[in-house]
């Protein structure tokens, strides 16, 4: 009788290939951390104001998309905030995150929701945009998240 190791090695290269990922209450969480994440921004943003917000919860490498431009770094978001801040701008911002989803290494994820900007025109008289906002966040080495993409 001829024995063939190939019958006992081919059901352990397909054990052994198939590596399970996350529990989906380990995806839960992550994704309830990046709520919970994007919540506590929205209320730094409505309490402290935007600029301290953004500052807060931006990554080093963040990157925002302002008028058809690219603010890249912490430290560009920052001189973009001090330029409105020497305008005058007082304007409020919230927003809800709709959607979350996270990667299955749990390092990045996605929100996106809607939002609603309230500035005043010249004669102080509310301007109101509404929109949807898209955010990626990024795990930092500290366990924190912190958005790379808004």
């Known amino acids: 009788m001829k024995f063939s190791y190939s019958i006992v090695i081919l059901p352990l290269l397909i054990l052994t290939s198939?590596?399970?990922?996350p529990s989906e209450a380990t995806i839960e969480g992550w994704k309830n951390e990046i709520v919970e994440t994007e919540q506590d921004f929205s209320d730094l943003a409505r309490k402290d104001g935007i600029p301290k917000a953004f500052l807060t919860y931006a990554a080093e490498d963040a990157v925002l998309m302002r008028n058809n431009s690219l603010v890249i770094g912490k430290t560009a978001i920052k001189q973009q905030f001090k330029s409105q801040e020497a305008s005058g701008n007082t304007a409020s911002l919230s927003w809800k995150p709709d959607f979350v989803d996270?990667?299955?290494?749990g390092d990045l994820g996605f929100t996106y929701g809607k939002y609603k900007f309230v500035t005043k025109d010249s004669l102080g008289q509310p301007i109101t945009s509404e929109g949807v906002f898209h955010t990626v966040w990024k795990r930092q080495a500290d366990g924190n998240w912190r958005f790379v993409w808004d």
């Open 102 to 105: 996270v990667s299955t290494s």
């Open 18 to 21: 198939c590596s399970s990922g």
